[in-house]
């Protein structure tokens, strides 16, 4: 099956309107060979699924709503949740949020060293990759570089040393080196969607890079 045929599958069975709900997005991504959090959704007015005693604590709790464009401005994200007691009151109080649609109960990951794959599709150049460091180091040092997708996982490591922060991934003083191949698949997974036409845009923010993995931690997919 090619993308084409994946993205038109993944959106037959999608809920929520243009804006794609993070756990729909996280599951296609993982399909695809993206590494996520592990997660569960409970939809508004629904009981806790018995999949949630499956998740190791702590976790992490995010409102779900095709109609939010930041959970944490609304106040619809709730850290370090360390038992069913505490998710109970998370979810409860998330699902009082206008426009809450539901909430995902997902397993906290480690913190990691932040960066950010994003696709979109540009009126002069059609569709494009973009990638660069998260955190505060996009706001002060603007250390982003750009391609026309699609770029396979060569092409990505290609655009991930574009940056001055190639440095970071390689390891310094005494920091091991970060799974760049890892990160580079995401980064050719988002370049093959945004040529399918059907998104307009794709927004991973933050990936998290560990010595041996790199974790989509959030995941914003509209589409077109």
Do not use: C
């Amino acid at each position: 099956m090619d993308i084409r045929q994946k993205v038109r599958q993944f959106l037959s069975s999608t809920s929520g309107g243009k804006l794609i709900f993070e756990h729909e997005s996280k599951q296609f991504l993982r399909e695809l060979g993206a590494g996520a959090p592990k997660g569960v959704f409970v939809p508004r007015g629904d009981p806790l699924p018995s999949a949630v005693d499956e998740l190791r604590y702590p976790l992490v709790a995010k409102v779900a709503s095709s109609r939010l464009s930041s959970k944490s401005d609304a106040g619809g994200i709730k850290l370090n949740i360390s038992n069913r007691e505490e998710l109970l009151r998370a979810v409860a109080g998330l699902m009082q949020i206008e426009h809450a649609e539901g909430v995902l109960a997902e397993e906290m990951v480690p913190p990691g060293f932040e960066v950010i794959v994003g696709g979109a599709l540009d009126a002069d150049f059609g569709p494009i990759v973009m990638y660069g460091l998260g955190g505060i180091f996009v706001e002060v040092f603007q250390d982003i570089s750009f391609a026309l997708a699609p770029v396979d996982e060569k092409q990505a490591l290609w655009l991930i040393n574009e940056t001055k922060g190639k440095q970071i991934l390689r390891g310094v003083r005494g920091r091991p080196p970060l799974d760049v191949n890892a990160l580079a698949r995401i980064i050719g997974i988002v370049s093959q969607l945004i040529t399918t036409g059907f998104f307009e845009e794709i927004d991973l923010n933050p990936v998290v890079l560990f010595p041996d993995k790199a974790v989509v931690l959030d995941a914003k997919i509209k589409i077109r």
